[in-house]
Nanobody, 121 residues
């Protein structure tokens, strides 16, 4: 199984950015998908998660109202639309395939390679 993330970059505060992650090698799986992030010197934290049916969606308090997670089950892709970005959103963002919907990093079975998001003030 591979998760290939893309879409990171350098933006200014207030800008928007969309991350994408393509999941391959997992045919027939009804898996939840999630985005985590890790800032320098901090622990990896959940940003948003979405179940297979997309009815179960989770957001960290710090991104509620600004970020939107979505998925395309035909294309096996998960997206993270990030609006009103802040400098504190600066981190490496990882897409993840967890085994359940507790959205804990310990529940992640597969990780993507990470994509850097830098928000300047």
């Amino acid at each position: 199984v591979q998760l290939q993330a893309s879409g990171g970059g350098l933006v200014e505060a207030g800008d928007s950015l969309t991350l994408s992650c393509v999941v391959s090698g997992r045919a027939g799986g009804a898996d939840p998908l999630a985005w985590f992030r890790q800032a320098t010197g901090k622990e990896r934290e959940i940003v948003a998660g979405i179940a297979w049916s997309a009815e179960n969606v989770y957001y960290a308090d710090s991104v509620k109202g600004r970020f939107t997670i979505s998925r395309d089950n035909v294309q096996n892709t998960v997206f993270l639309q990030m609006n009103s970005l802040k400098p504190e959103d600066t981190a490496v963002y990882y897409c993840a395939l967890p085994v359940d919907v507790t959205w804990r990093s310990s529940s992640v079975r597969y990780w993507g390679q990470g994509t850097q998001v830098t928000v300047s003030s």
